[in-house]
Every structure is written in C-alpha cells, then in structure tokens.
C-alpha cells in the first residue's frame, strides 16, 4: 500500500470540503478501496498507487474548478469524478464570464458599454468609465480588478475615493478617521464581498493585497504590479486627478469611474473629471468610455428617475434667472 500527502493550495477547506464534510464524503466515496484523511488544507492518502494517481489527476481538475469560480458544486464532482470529465463547463460561457462570485454568482459585463470598458482593458493601462448611477461602471471595473489579482496579472487592488461628503458632515461622525470614513467607503467593500469569500477578503485587506483608502492616501507613492480604481471622481479637481494618475508604476492598471451629474464640490466647476477626460482621450493606451442611461441595471425606476432628473435640470439651465 503507498501513501502520499497533498496539499491543497489557496483553497479554503470549509468551503472545498462542504458543509458537514458533504463535498468530501462524495469524493472519498468514489474511491472506496482508498483511506482518506483530511486535515485542513491537507490530504494524507493510503491506497494502490493507480488510485492515487486517479485520485490526485481529479483532484485538479476540482481545484481548478474552485479556483476559477470560488466554489465546489455536486455536479461538479458528478462531471469529474463518475464521468470522468477533465474539465468541467457552465450553462454561462466562459469567455463571458469576468469573475464567479460568492454563491457562485455569474458576474459579467451586461451592457453594450460594461462590454465596451471590458474590451478596451486589453489595450489600454489607464481607462476612465463616467455615466449615471446604477450603470454598472464601478462595479465591472471591481470585477476586472479581482479577475486580474485570481489570474496574477497583478499583485495588489487599491480602490479610492475622494473624502467628499454628498451634503453630510463627516466631522461629526463618532469615532477615528478609519471609522469615519469606512462608511464612505462602503460601497467598495460591498461589491468586493461579493466577489471574495468574506475570509479570504479579511485576510487580503490584512496583508495590504487589497486596499481601500481615500484619495488623499494616494500622495507620495508609487503604485506597481496593482489595479488601482478612482471612483466618484467628479469629486475630484484637476490637481488631484494629475497626482492620482501620476502614481502609476510599473505594470499598473488605473481606473477612473465618476458621474458627472451628482457633483459635490462646492462649484461644479471645479471637478476635474470632464476636463481631464478631454485632455487624455486622444493618448494611445487610455480609453473612455461614456455610459448612458441604456447601461442601468438596478431597479427598473433608476433609469426613469435619473431621466426625470436631467429633464428638470435641463429646464434650469433654460430658464436660470439673471
């Protein structure tokens, strides 16, 4: 009888092994002349040397299938383990997909111009989204970020905003600056949390892979290997958004989102997010990309409000009084 210990990298045993080990007895099961022992992320094998070598060949086919979509399925050990499947496919085409996330969520551009910013990831380092709330612009733009930290195309996401407060007082808040401004930052955590498993998040904000601070944070250092993300950059003067883009490093991709509508600087005029964008546009390696109202994928009332808005903010520009 030969014996052989595995170990299960970047896999999180409560979520491989199932709930009551229900994964795990499914898999032992198919191996019945085998002894099985599992201890956290490692395997202790006993059995003929052709099982093993069966077992272990499956067993990553299933990790990959883990490590691609963050979660283990019965019909994926059913695929791989009794039909002998090396790879196991969706009903949702791959080449679609950008990332899958908790719960095994299908996240994936959706709209004409998600597919767009996408698309222009490609060829271009430094990409600006702007559009209207709830077009999904912010939340691909996470989506590209977590896909390229899974495939190692970088090392770190950093994701930023500006401490602009949207008619509050961030100074009366209870607590420290980290507490005030995590509230702020919220947004950003919730689309992570449902990308990461809330474990495996915890653990990358601990070792600094995945960061998220206000934009005053930015200044000073050098960003390399990193995806780094601006959102609410209508919030943003012109001077901040050249020290923003000025961090760029060395295999960086920079995104910067923002809607032009729901500015909070004291003049609308001082946002540096449309002039910016008009500035850069041209230069070989950033892209833009204009969402609209047809992008907005919340509530089906989002799209009739945000029209209803720029109805009515059209008639002021009309008829301002002098």
Do not use: W
């Amino acid at each position: 009888m030969a014996e052989k210990l595995i170990v299960l990298e970047n896999v999180e045993p409560v979520d491989f092994y199932g709930v009551n080990n229900a994964y795990f007895d499914a898999i032992a099961a198919c191996f019945p002349k085998m002894k099985i022992v599992a201890r956290g992320g490692e395997l202790k094998i006993f059995g003929a040397k052709s099982d093993i070598d069966d077992f272990e060949n499956k067993l990553v086919s299933l990790v990959a299938y883990y490590q691609k979509r963050g979660r283990i399925t019965g019909e994926a050990i059913t695929q791989i383990y009794h039909e002998n499947a090396a790879e196991v496919h969706d009903s949702a085409c791959d080449g679609d997909v950008l990332v899958y996330g908790n719960s095994g969520a299908i996240i994936k551009a959706r709209t004409p111009n998600q597919r767009k910013l996408v698309a222009l990831y490609e060829s271009c380092d430094l990409l600006f989204a702007a559009g209207p709330a709830g077009s999904g612009k912010t939340y691909t733009a996470i989506a590209l970020a977590v896909r390229a930290l899974k495939n190692k195309e970088v090392q770190k996401i950093i994701l930023t905003r500006p401490a602009i407060e949207a008619g509050e007082r961030l100074g009366f808040l209870p607590g420290d600056v980290r507490e005030k401004l995590d509230p702020y930052l919220q947004p950003l955590y919730d689309a992570l949390h449902d990308m990461i498993p809330a474990k495996k998040l915890e653990k990358f904000t601990e070792d600094g892979v995945v960061q998220i601070a206000p934009l005053a944070f930015m200044r000073g250092r050098t960003l390399n290997h990193a995806f780094v993300i601006l959102d609410e950059a209508q919030n943003t003067t012109l001077a901040q958004l050249k020290m923003f883009l000025t961090r760029m490093g060395k295999n960086a991709k920079f995104i910067v989102t923002g809607d032009v509508t729901q500015i909070d600087l004291p003049r609308r005029s001082d946002s540096g997010l449309p002039k910016c964008m008009a500035m850069l546009a041209k230069i070989k390696g950033v892209g833009v990309v204009e969402f609209t109202k047809k992008d907005i994928i919340r509530h089906a009332l989002v799209s009739k409000i945000v029209h209803a808005f720029e109805k009515e903010e059209g008639k002021q520009e009309v008829f301002r009084p002098t």
